[in-house]
C-alpha cells in the first residue's frame, strides 16, 4: 500500500464518524433510518419470565443494547438515526410498545443551569437539544 493511499484513509475515518455523528445528532439527511444488524438470539441465563433492555452503548449516532426475554438476549445494534425503540418481543406481548407517545429526558448535565435534552414521538429517531434545567415537573421545553 502506497504512503497515499494510507494518508486517504486515514482521513477517510474520520469523515465516517462525523457523518455518522451528523445523522444521529441533527437527523441531518432527514431519512430518520438506522442500520439495525441483529445476530440473533442466544441464551442469557435468565429466568424464562424476566425481561429488559440495557445500554453498551448509547451515543448520537451509535446506540449498541442488549435486549433480553424469556430467557434469551441478542445484541440490538443502531447506526445513524438512532431511538429508543430496540423492539422487545416480550414488551410487545404485554402492549407496553405500542409505537406510540413520546420519551423525553435529560442526556448530559451541561453545567449547573444548562442541560442536553433528548426526546423521541413515537419510537422515532432522538432529537438533542440545548436548554435550562427543569427542576420541577411540568411539560418539556420546547425544541428550537
Not at 455523528?21 to 437527523?27: I, P, R
Not at 404485554?94 to 414521538?121: C, I, P
Request: proline content about 9%; aromatic content about 10%; glycine content about 14%.
Amino acid at each position: 500500500m502506497s504512503r497515499r493511499w494510507g494518508l486517504g484513509l486515514a482521513a477517510l475515518v474520520p469523515l465516517a464518524l462525523l457523518a455518522i455523528l451528523g445523522a444521529g445528532v441533527t437527523n441531518s439527511y432527514g431519512t430518520g433510518a438506522a442500520l439495525r444488524p441483529s445476530p440473533g438470539w442466544i441464551p442469557d441465563g435468565a429466568a424464562p419470565d424476566t425481561f429488559w433492555d440495557s445500554a453498551i452503548v448509547d451515543l448520537p449516532g451509535v446506540s449498541v443494547f442488549t435486549v433480553h426475554c424469556h430467557g434469551q438476549m441478542r445484541l440490538d445494534f443502531q447506526l445513524g438515526a438512532t431511538g429508543p425503540s430496540h423492539k422487545n418481543p416480550c414488551y410487545a406481548a404485554m402492549n407496553m410498545d405500542t409505537g406510540q407517545g413520546e420519551e423525553f429526558g435529560v442526556y448530559l448535565m451541561l453545567g449547573d443551569d444548562k442541560a442536553l435534552y433528548r426526546r423521541s414521538v413515537n419510537d422515532g429517531p432522538w432529537s438533542y437539544y440545548v436548554g435550562d434545567v427543569i427542576y420541577e415537573t411540568g411539560p418539556p421545553p420546547s425544541a428550537p
